[in-house]
Nanobody, 130 residues
Framework: QVHVVESGGGLVQAGGSLRLSCTAS????????MGWFRQAPGKEREFVSA????????FYADSLRGRFTISRDDAKNTMYLQMNNLKTEDTAVYYC???????????????????????WGQGTQVTVPS
């Protein structure tokens, strides 16, 4: 069992920036890949970004590449999502998600697949008003 907690959401004006944080508990944190998804009202949950357990492999939704940056600090058991140039379309609940340690490594073909992720945080709201 992995306990996942994300934070850092809030209200930001269009063009502004925000940094989300996520922690995954347990001694296996440094061996856990982690990802971000988001869900707007009335829409399906969609992939945002992900990072391998080593931090060497990073993945982004095509529409977000260049604006969002994912990173991790294993000394703090924390993953970050730096969001820049925020738009109203970014308004959503953002979820941190973690695959079970037994899941395959993240690849470009599986990284956006919801069933890959077994553990989810409660979500943090990001609001970008028009």
């Amino acid at each position: 069992q992995v306990h996942v907690v994300e934070s850092g959401g809030g209200l930001v004006q269009a063009g502004g920036s925000l940094r989300l944080s996520c922690t995954a508990s347990g001694p296996t944190f440094t061996r856990l890949s982690m990802g971000w998804f988001r869900q707007a009202p009335g829409k399906e949950r969609e992939f945002v970004s992900a990072i391998s357990w080593s931090g060497g492999d990073k993945f982004y939704a095509d529409s977000l590449r260049g604006r969002f940056t994912i990173s991790r600090d294993d000394a703090k058991n924390t993953m970050y999502l730096q969001m820049n140039n925020l738009k109203t379309e970014d308004t959503a609940v953002y979820y941190c998600a973690v695959p079970a340690p037994t899941e395959p490594a993240l690849t470009s073909s599986n990284v956006a697949s919801l069933p890959l992720y077994d553990y989810w945080g409660q979500g943090t709201q990001v609001t970008v008003p028009s």
